[in-house]
């Protein structure tokens, strides 16, 4: 389900957060509790409202995020690209999660109420 956070990845280790406009992409260090700064993912044009990593086998780098700006983005994590810009939201994006099953499958939600 949709989150200001989730954890993704190949190995599960690398956790993205919103901060602003952006999603924010970190690895723990395993010898201290810090992290370590492992990418940003830039592009919408309004504050991050939603994210999901993908988490089904052999796609565990894609992610999708949602904005106040309407938009959803396909992001590649391990290139830290946007593979797709996904349109036709009339308000805030406040939900969305991806299928753990279906292939392409992801349902999003916004403000007004509308899928």
């Known amino acids: 389900g949709s989150a200001l956070g989730d954890w993704g990845g190949a190995d ?7 901060a602003r406009n952006a999603v924010v ?5 395993e010898t201290r509790a810090c992290r370590r700064f492992a990418g940003s993912l830039v592009g ?3 504050r991050v409202t939603a994210l999901c990593f993908a988490k ?3 796609v565990t780098h894609l992610l999708v995020s949602g904005s106040a700006d ?5 992001w590649d994590t391990t290139a830290r690209r946007c593979l797709r ?4 939201h009339a308000a805030e994006v406040s939900a969305l999660s991806v299928s753990p099953i279906a292939p392409d499958l992801c349902v999003s939600g916004d403000r007004g109420g509308k899928c």
Request: proline share 7%.
């Open 12 to 18: 599960g280790t690398l956790y993205a957060y919103a």
């Open 70 to 74: 309407t938009n959803l983005r396909l």
């Open 56 to 58: 089904r086998p052999g």
């Open 44 to 46: 919408h044009v309004n």
């Open 85 to 88: 810009v996904m349109r036709g």
């Open 25 to 29: 992409l970190v690895r723990p260090e």
